[in-house]
Nanobody, 120 residues
Framework: QAELVESGGGLVQAGGSLRLSCVAS????????MEWYRQFPGKERELVAR???????NYANFVKGRFTISRDNAKDTVFLEMSSLKPEDTAVYYC??????????????WGDGTQVTVSS
């Protein structure tokens, strides 16, 4: 059973930066697409950024130019570099892994999330 563990959240002032990490275990990491989501209280999770196993990236419009997703396959880790943070970026950030499983379809795994709080 694969697992994901996020870290790097915390309290930062507006305009500051944070780097989130998500370490995967129990999987062949370089076969998987990885995503970062965030969730506001009482709201659905929303996609922030995605990186495919080939290294292609996509971003939500609200983070383009401010956030960068990357991966280190040697360390089974995906990162989310966040800069120019705004108070409205305050949320719980989750890592998601999509593991291909042949004709049975993909398997999705979620981490427990890490809180990011941006003060004004």
């Amino acid at each position: 059973q694969a697992e994901l563990v996020e870290s790097g959240g915390g309290l930062v002032q507006a305009g500051g930066s944070l780097r989130l990490s998500c370490v995967a275990s129990g999987t062949i990491f370089d076969r998987n697409d990885m995503e970062w989501y965030r969730q506001f209280p009482g709201k659905e999770r929303e996609l922030v950024a995605r990186i495919t196993r080939g290294g292609s990236t996509n971003y939500a419009n609200f983070v383009k130019g401010r956030f960068t997703i990357s991966r280190d396959n040697a360390k089974d880790t995906v990162f989310l570099e966040m800069s120019s943070l705004k108070p409205e970026d305050t949320a719980v950030y989750y890592c998601k892994m999509i593991e291909p499983n042949g004709r049975w379809g993909d398997i999705e795994y979620w981490g427990d999330g890490t809180q990011v709080t941006v003060s004004s």
